[in-house]
């Protein structure tokens, strides 16, 4: 069952005021999210671009060990659920970053170890808000959602770059001042989208945006995948020993493939909740997955080049994500992305080549221009497949679950098991730059990211052709059921009646009357057969234009020209004006209610029309004295063919999105109610 779509819109559809809070809150969290991944210094890596290894301990060991586990999944799961109130889980994630700030303003003081829960559930707080914030945008400006989208993967690539840079900013190893202004900057460019969308923001939960089983799924599908590491983490070193029939000592001294067996079981685990979410969200998760894997290495390994080059490392990483933000915003990003993907696997191509199979020496012998145009390019590339694939996962209400817990976690997954493949006769190097040795596997998966994304957005073109050749079919569809419905009225009002006419009394004419009298029967029978057949199987094709002007029509002339001995006719002593169109289906209704009268009502039965005039509409009543009829009588006729009432007065009044009211009893006569909107006009 796939889900329900929603097509996205130009913005110059959309007034400014309605998507422009929402950009300014996209791009002002993006702050946050390079305030997380921006520590003042590290040991080895920083926290994004780090591999995250099981640590063969069997699982949390304590109370905290489960919270700080834990915290992350209930944060994911809160921001799943309530993806409409982003910008209040945006400012909720900022505010969660307020202990790292305290800790960085005053290291040796004494905090409460409850607090450290926070900044690593506000981090999944703030991406899920993220994403959500690009959902919302999709409809009125397509462009800024998919750039949103890019920029939460390179807002983290640029906080890496800027460990350790903090001197040439703030002439100081501190980050506190740096990150207290992003903090600040970002919360006054979130205020505009919280005030606008106080009352939530309901585009940004897609198309399914009640609690359905869509919804339910991808909520049910990402919680799970922020929670894989949990289970995986009771795998021990001595339970994959057993699992593979291998010694203790074995696993212990290859650690890789300790590492490659916990990253195969994420990927499969992942991959199967991203199936049952649905096929886009797993060609979706997969897609970005497999691009963030692929840059990781390569600006692990400019990122190490241009230590000592500060602005250039941060300024290159922060162009790499705005050039990969504007690719994504771009009205050709499927092809764009996938050039740049193309180019910057050839740009690794050539730097394996040129170092001879030795990467590490742009590091060692810190070369910056070919650094500089290598971290440019992954970094787009990177960005640009991940924003790209924004417009067919948020049009499905995917996006949050899908490029948030999805393809983070398949991302670590496959981190994880590629490191079997850095490996030199055999062994990994003991050197953080281990993976950066391997450019041509990189590369590799850029050609594989691009590729994916053009059958993705292929996929996507398909998919929007067949819902535009569904659209049209409906549109003529309902376009030839409307003109059937009014033919039928007309026959039903002309010909039916002339036929029905004779067959009465035919009989009164002789021989040959009654012969005349059983043709017509014959054929009123075979009439009203056709036009069953006709609105039941929904055949046929052709408009037409029904006639009546918009001109002002005193709708009591008309209805008194229908009084005679056995009808009586009331009406306002004042104008009752109506456009002519709706006045003329309004008196052809009462028409047909007076035609059934004579033939229903009996002989000897009297009709009374009653005009009204109210302030949001005209209300025309027909009642009689007659004979009256069961209430279901009308279901019955419809089924008979005889479509007098639905078509006759029913079509007529609906079309002029009005009312009709039908109510009888045998022996108690027959009302029927006419009520039209005064606004109404005739449908073309």
């Not at 948030?404 to 398949?410: E, I, S, Y």
């Not at 009502?601 to 005009?611: F, N, Q, T, Y």
């Not at 007659?626 to 019955?636: S, Y």
């Amino acid at each position: 069952m796939n889900a329900p779509t929603i097509r996205p819109t130009a913005v110059g559809s959309v007034p400014v005021s309605r998507w422009l809070p929402a950009a300014l809150a996209g791009v002002a969290g993006c702050l946050f999210l390079v305030m997380a991944t921006s520590p003042p210094a590290v040991a080895g890596l920083p926290p994004f671009l780090d591999t995250p290894i099981d640590n063969g301990y069997g699982g949390p060991a304590s109370l905290e060990a489960w919270l700080f586990a834990l915290a992350p999944v209930i944060a994911t799961a809160f921001g799943l659920c309530l993806l409409r109130w982003w910008p209040y889980l945006l400012a909720a994630s900022a505010l969660m970053a307020v202990p790292d700030l305290m800790f960085e303003w005053s290291p040796n003081a004494d905090y409460p170890w409850a607090l450290a829960l926070l900044p690593s559930a506000g981090y999944a707080l703030a991406l899920i808000a993220l994403l959500a914030c690009a959902q919302g945008l999709i409809r009125g400006a397509a462009g800024w959602a998919a750039a949103i989208a890019a920029l939460t993967l390179g807002s983290r690539l640029v906080g890496s770059a800027m460990t350790d840079s903090y001197r040439w900013v703030l002439s100081s190893d501190n980050p506190a001042s740096c990150h207290t202004a992003l903090l600040i900057v970002g919360l006054v460019g979130l205020a505009p989208a919280v005030w606008s969308h106080r009352r939530g923001d309901t585009a940004a939960a897609g198309p399914a945006h009640t609690w359905s089983w869509l919804r339910v799924r991808l909520i049910v599908a990402g919680t799970l995948a922020a929670s894989v590491s949990i289970p995986l983490s009771f795998l021990t070193t001595q339970g994959i020993a057993d699992a593979l029939g291998v010694s203790w000592d074995a696993v212990t001294r290859h650690g890789f493939a300790q590492t490659a067996v916990v990253g195969v079981l994420t990927l499969v685990t992942v991959a199967l909740l991203a199936a049952v979410a649905g096929i886009w969200p797993l060609g979706g998760a997969m897609t970005a997955a497999v691009a963030q894997v692929a840059v990781i290495p390569p600006i692990i390994l400019t990122v190490t080049a241009l230590n000592n080059d500060d602005p250039l490392r941060w300024f290159a990483a922060l162009a790499g994500a705005v050039l990969g933000a504007v690719v994504a915003g771009s009205k050709w990003r499927v092809p764009l992305a996938a050039t740049f993907a193309v180019l910057a696997a050839l740009a690794l191509f050539i730097a394996y080549g040129a170092t001879t199979g030795d990467p590490e020496k742009l590091a060692d012998q810190r070369v910056v221009i070919p650094s500089i145009l290598i971290l440019v390019l992954s970094a787009a590339a990177g960005g640009a497949v991940v924003g790209a694939t924004t417009p067919m996962l948020a049009a499905r209400g995917a996006l949050p679950a899908v490029l948030g817990p999805l393809a983070g976690t398949l991302a670590i997954g496959g981190l994880q098991t590629i490191q079997v493949t850095y490996l030199t006769d055999g062994e990994s190097e003991p050197s953080i730059l281990n993976s950066a040795q391997h450019l041509t596997t990189s590369a590799a998966l850029l050609l594989v990211a691009g590729a994916a994304i053009g059958g993705l957005g292929f996929a996507q073109l398909l998919s929007t052709r067949r819902a535009d050749r569904k659209h049209a079919e409906q549109i003529r569809r309902e376009a030839a059921t409307a003109e059937r419905d009014r033919l039928g009225r007309s026959i039903h009002d002309g010909v039916l009646q002339v036929l029905a006419l004779v067959q009465r009394q035919g009989a009164e004419l002789g021989a040959q009357g009654t012969e005349l009298a059983a043709l017509a029967g014959e054929q009123e029978v075979a009439l009203r057969g056709l036009l069953a057949s006709e609105a039941s199987s929904g055949a046929g094709a052709g408009t037409g234009a029904r006639g009546g002007g918009d001109a002002a029509e005193d709708l009591r002339a008309p209805l008194q020209a229908l009084a005679n001995p056995a009808v009586e006719v009331a009406t306002p002593a004042h104008a009752v004006e109506l456009p002519a169109g709706v006045a003329a289906e309004v008196v052809a209704a009462v028409r047909a209610a007076l035609d059934n009268v004579n033939k229903h009502a009996g002989p000897d039965a009297r009709a009374w029309i009653l005009l009204e005039d109210e302030p949001d509409g005209v209300r025309v009543t027909v009642r009689d004295d007659g004979v009256g009829f069961p209430p279901q009588r009308p279901a019955e006729a419809a089924e008979a063919g005889r479509l007098g009432i639905t078509q006759s007065m029913r079509g007529r009044i609906t079309d002029c999105g009005g009312t009709t009211t039908i109510e009888s009893r045998p022996g108690e006569g027959t009302e029927v109610e006419f009520w039209v909107p005064r606004a109404s006009r005739s449908r073309r």
